[in-house]
């Protein structure tokens, strides 16, 4: 079982399937939303996730047709990102919202055609482009 959390505490989650990999997205809306050079995302199954605290704090922002952004209304934490269509059964989780220790997962990175200018791709995770 792991746990998370928004910055200001309001929200709290639980998952209760294993988390193992890291997806490093490169898109610009992500870059946007997380104010960051990416933003870092866990999938899974809804079936696994649940609010455990302050459900009603939780805001939605559509950023295209079908595709919602949820945040913390209160310190503006993003908290998941999930889309109806292709992935309706998924959530991706804001990974840095967790408060479970975490360590040895797989990580990539994608969209990174749209990487921002100023930030270097050094690191020796793979890198996965989207088409
Ligand atoms: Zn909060
Ligand atoms: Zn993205």
Redesign the pocket.
């Known amino acids: 079982m792991y746990h998370g959390s928004?910055?200001?505490?309001?929200?709290t989650y639980q998952v209760d399937a294993p988390i193992d990999s890291a997806t490093h997205c490169h898109c610009t809306q992500c870059r946007k939303g997380h104010g960051a050079a990416f933003a870092t995302y866990t999938n899974v199954r809804r079936e696994h996730f649940r609010f455990t605290q302050g459900e009603e704090?939780v805001a939605v922002f559509n950023s295209s047709p079908g595709v919602s952004r949820t945040f913390?209304r209160?310190?503006g934490?993003n908290l998941q990102w999930f889309a109806e269509h292709p992935y309706p059964n998924w959530l991706s989780i804001a990974l840095g919202t967790l408060d479970t220790p975490l360590t040895n997962i797989a990580q990539k990175h994608i969209n990174t055609d749209s990487c921002a200018a100023w930030y270097r791709l050094s690191d020796s995770t793979s890198v996965e482009m989207r088409d």
Do not use: W
Request: charged letters at 0%.
């Open positions: 928004c910055l200001c505490g309001a929200v704090s913390c209160h310190c934490t």
